[in-house]
């Protein structure tokens, strides 16, 4: 049971250049969501969708676009890098049985823009 | 909207001695209220979990935790630490209210725990 798979695990980009951060996951979640982890700042929402085709801002979505075509993925893109995004995201999914399921959080993936 | 501190940022503890994190909550009802922990380079990993009911809810590894309603709070303890409980742990906060799921969790910044010999 692979639960929530992030990838790449690092990454550096430079100033303006966009990438998308991958998140899969196999536990028929309809909730997924991204984090960025930054220090003395705990964890703070990006984006999040309740199922496939559905999905809406959180706490911090500027420079950030995600897309839920399917059930298992969600995937977050950088449209043009800032040295502000550098930071550690996290993707992490639960059920939608009861209201404030524990989430799974997959492993993170560190970036850096220089 | 909730907000959550956990007011001590850094807590350093023999291994064998006993541990308490602090977090306080502000909502104007009863909340979901959770506790996370992070070893390093990995994610979050449910602790435990308080909904409704008994007030101290026991978790994975030996944790529990205690909910006062009288001070907004949601302490989580452990008897006796080993050098695996060092890690970072979060407490969070989500809203009991129709309609709103995780997208109104609110995490605390988080209480990095050093475990000495």
């Known amino acids: 049971n692979a639960g929530v798979t992030q990838t790449p695990k690092f990454q550096v980009l430079k100033t303006g250049q966009s990438m998308t951060l991958q998140c899969a996951q196999d536990m028929n979640h309809e909730y997924m969501s991204w984090y960025r982890q930054d220090p003395g700042m705990g964890l703070r929402l990006i984006h999040y969708?309740?199922?496939?085709?559905?999905?809406d801002q959180g706490e911090v979505p500027n420079g950030y676009n995600v897309s839920r075509s399917t059930t298992e993925d969600f995937p977050l893109r950088l449209l043009s890098a800032a040295p502000s995004q550098t930071s550690v995201y996290f993707c992490a999914s639960s059920y939608l049985l009861s209201r404030a399921s524990p989430l799974h959080f997959g492993n993170g993936t560190r970036l850096t823009v220089t | 909207a909730q907000s959550v501190t956990q007011p001590d940022i850094h807590i350093t503890v023999s291994e064998g001695a006993s541990l308490e994190l602090r977090c306080n909550y502000s909502y104007g009802a009863t909340p979901y209220l959770f506790w996370y922990v992070q070893s390093p380079g990995q994610g979050l990993q449910l602790l435990l979990k308080y909904f409704s009911g008994d007030t101290l809810v026991q978790g994975i590894k030996g944790f529990e935790a205690e909910f006062k309603r009288s001070q907004s709070s949601f302490n989580l303890r452990k008897p006796s630490v080993h050098w695996s409980d060092a890690a970072e742990y979060f407490c969070a906060v989500g809203a009991n209210e129709a309609n709103f799921g995780n997208e109104k969790l609110t995490f605390g910044t988080g209480t990095r725990l050093t475990i000495i010999p």
């Open positions: 969708s309740v199922g496939a085709g559905i999905t």
